[in-house]
């Protein structure tokens, strides 16, 4: 039998390249699929080399933080309840009126309030505060004891007695000085020394005993 031979056709060489360049398309395809395969994986990788890095400075920066924020908090309200000592005894200072300072210890808090009724001992009027704050587990009130215990609890204003101490401020100062002692949230004391001589009103670190008024006997002078 004669073998016959064929000649292709235009359509044989259209399919034959179709076939090559799909081939050619598959393999370009396969190439970019590796190498984006390739890259992904290499960020991914360094993806989570630094999201550990950040969450350990993270950690670190909120570590110290609320180390920080701690002892601001503490040094915040020790400062905002001094400047209100001290704002009473300027503003009685300044004038012919009358401001008392007011330390609950059952509720921590503090209040100041100018007083305009001749009752010393009358219930506080609303119209009569004019600072009114908290404590906190950060600054806590231990105890005040003032500079003439026998005066002081004549008065009814000892705080040995009550669960509230009272520091009064007229044109000549403050009635009476005394020691506000305070914890920090570690159970450190702070002392509060409030001076009835020079109207100071100071903090100082530890526990501190009130100055005591001195008879006149006392005085060389």
């Known amino acids: 039998m004669t073998p016959t031979c064929t000649a292709p056709t235009q359509t044989d060489f259209a399919t034959r390249d179709k076939y090559k360049l799909m081939r050619k398309q598959d393999n370009t395809h396969n190439m970019r699929y590796e190498k984006c395969t390739a890259r992904y994986g290499f960020t991914l990788t360094e993806s989570i080399v630094v999201v550990f890095i950040v969450s350990l400075f993270v950690m670190l920066a909120q570590m110290n933080f609320s180390g920080v924020l701690r002892k601001n908090t503490f040094k915040a309200q020790v400062q905002d309840f001094i400047s209100t000592m001290q704002m009473a005894v300027s503003a009685a200072a300044e004038s012919s009126r009358r401001y008392e300072v007011i330390i609950d210890l059952t509720e921590q808090s503090y209040m100041l309030r100018e007083i305009t009724s001749p009752d010393i001992f009358a219930d506080v009027l609303e119209e009569e505060i004019i600072v009114e704050n908290y404590f906190s587990e950060n600054c806590w009130v231990e105890y005040v004891l003032f500079d003439d215990y026998d005066l002081t609890a004549d008065e009814g204003l000892s705080f040995t007695n009550e669960d509230r101490a009272m520091f009064r401020a007229g044109h000549s100062g403050w009635q009476y000085g005394g020691v506000i002692v305070l914890l920090d949230e570690d159970d450190r004391p702070y002392t ?30």
Do not use: A
């Open 192 to 221: 509060i020394v409030v001076n009835r001589i020079n109207r100071t009103v100071i903090l100082q670190e530890g526990e501190i005993e009130p100055l005591t008024m001195r008879s006149q006997s006392e005085i060389p002078f």
